[in-house]
Nanobody, 112 residues
Framework: QVQLVESGGGLVQAGGSLRLSCAASGSIFSIVAMGWYRQAPGKQRELVAYADSVKGRFTISRDNAKNTVYLQMNSLKPEDTAVYYC???????????????WGQGIQVTVSS
């Protein structure tokens, strides 16, 4: 009963910026954590926040009142091209533990 809706992806030139948003809605008691992953063709899905390749360029922020997480991506490189997935670890109403929910993914393409 929890849905994640991602927005803000698209095509951008190298050196540009994008801001991704992910809003959670549904039967939410509390959100333990929200974050971003990405998956490029032929590669494993990786946690964006801890990837060495994005240090100093990407920042994650939360708006708890809106159940929304943002990914600000600056100085984008072609190798950042991937499908980006929002993940939320949610404690639902009547639940006793958190459960992970995933967005459908949003394409980010960085051109040379």
């Amino acid at each position: 009963q929890v849905q994640l809706v991602e927005s803000g992806g698209g095509l951008v030139q190298a050196g540009g910026s994008l801001r991704l948003s992910c809003a959670a809605s549904g039967s939410i008691f509390s959100i333990v954590a929200m974050g971003w992953y990405r998956q490029a063709p032929g590669k494993q899905r990786e946690l964006v926040a801890y990837a060495d390749s994005v240090k100093g360029r990407f920042t994650i922020s939360r708006d708890n009142a809106k159940n929304t997480v943002y990914l600000q991506m600056n100085s984008l490189k072609p190798e950042d091209t991937a499908v980006y997935y929002c993940e939320a670890r949610v404690r639902e109403r009547y639940g006793s533990d958190w459960r992970a929910y995933w967005g459908q993914g949003i394409q980010v393409t960085v051109s040379s």
